[in-house]
């Protein structure tokens, strides 16, 4: 049973840091592709960041210099480094991996006081 399991998320100040960590269990193998997704109140999720097996990734234009993703492949644990983070990147957070099929983790709220 393929399983995400998230960490790291909570309430930080306008330009404050949080770490997000996802760890994929129940996958053998290299996963292609592991990211960060965000749904704000009212809002569709979007993708925020994404890391691919080859080393490639991707920013939502929203976090570009903000945020950074990287991954253990060792371990299939992704994580997304939030720097000056802003009331906007106020939302839930679910850590995604494809392997074969899209996996999702639970969630984790992020919120940025003002």
């Known amino acids: 049973q393929v399983q995400l399991v998230e960490s790291g998320g909570g309430l930080v100040q306008t330009g404050g840091s949080l770490r997000l960590s996802c760890a994929a269990s129940g996958i053998i193998g290299s996963i292609n592709f592991m990211g960060w997704y965000r749904q704000a109140p009212g809002e569709q999720r979007e993708l925020v960041a994404a890391?691919?097996?080859?080393?490639?990734?991707n920013y939502a234009d929203s976090v570009k210099g903000r945020f950074t993703i990287s991954r253990d492949s060792g371990k299939n644990t992704v994580y997304l480094q939030m720097n000056s983070l802003k009331p906007e990147d106020t939302a839930i957070y679910y850590c995604?991996?494809?392997?074969?099929?899209?996996?999702w983790g639970q969630g984790t709220q992020v919120t940025v006081s003002s």
């Open positions: 890391s691919l097996s080859g080393g490639a990734t």
């Open positions: 995604t991996a494809i392997h074969y099929k899209q996996y």
